[in-house]
């Protein structure tokens, strides 16, 4: 079974940084796209990110390019979202999601992130 | 970016009735439409892909339809675990997904 867990969330100042990490089991992360989809709280889903199965190529939303990096290392089938320069507005839950023909078929539990001072 | 647009924003139901969403997109899609449930703390899950093929282990009371710009949702007989909200999703424009803002059903 394919099993997704988010960590990294946490309370942090506008302008901060954060880190998040998607650990990947039940098949291997460098034969899938991946993406990070997020959820204010009480709204609905915005696609943040995406990433080629080698790493090789990466897609942003516009509310967050050149401020988030969207990285992995499919050694440790792990996938992460390197957010700076981080805004209110970046408050939410942030899933990662696995990419099956052309959809996010597998999500994970998704990990909290709260930016305020 | 492709805007979709559902309706209706809540839904009132009794347990055992009949029930479509809508979901319309601001140009066509072909059939490159989602359809997930979510239900308070979880994550989405897929029920619907390419407009009309349920994700593996969906109930077959679960049914998608329509293709290019008008897409429906349509839930033969509700149980109790299907009060949610739903949300559709386009991937045509890959890997720019869209959401649309959800149609929540909830008990009468």
């Known amino acids: 079974d394919v099993h997704l867990l988010e960590s990294g969330g946490d309370l942090v100042p506008p302008g901060g940084s954060l880190r998040l990490s998607c650990a990947a089991s039940?098949?291997?992360?460098?034969?899938?796209?991946m993406n990070w989809v997020r959820q204010a709280p009480g709204k609905g889903l915005e696609w943040v990110s995406t990433?080629?199965?080698?790493?090789?190529?990466?897609y942003y939303a516009d509310s967050v390019k050149g401020r988030f990096t969207i990285s992995r290392d499919n050694s440790r089938d792990t996938l992460y979202l390197q957010m700076n320069s981080l805004r209110a507005e970046d408050t939410a839950v942030y899933y990662c999601?696995?990419?099956?023909?052309?959809?996010?078929?597998?999500w994970g539990q998704g990990t909290l992130v709260t930016v305020s001072s | 970016d492709i805007v979709l647009t559902q309706s209706p924003a809540t839904l009132s139901l009794s347990p055992g009735e009949r029930t479509t969403l809508s979901c319309r997109a601001s140009?066509?899609?072909?059939?490159?439409l989602a359809w997930y449930q979510q239900k308070p703390g979880q994550a989405p899950r897929l029920l619907i892909y390419?407009?009309?093929n349920r994700a593996t282990g969906i109930p077959a009371r679960f049914s998608g339809s329509g293709s290019g710009t008008d897409f429906t949702l349509t839930i033969s007989s509700l149980e109790p675990e299907d009060f949610a909200i739903y949300f559709c999703?386009?991937?045509?424009?890959?890997?720019?997904?869209?959401f649309g803002q959800g149609t929540k059903v909830e008990i009468k």
């Open positions: 999601a696995q990419d099956v023909i052309g959809y996010t078929f597998y």
């Open positions: 039940g098949f291997s992360l460098s034969t899938s796209a």
């Open positions: 990433s080629g199965s080698g790493g090789g190529y990466a």
């Open positions: 140009q066509s899609v072909s059939s490159k």
């Open positions: 390419d407009a009309s």
């Open positions: 999703q386009q991937s045509s424009n890959w890997p720019r997904y869209t």
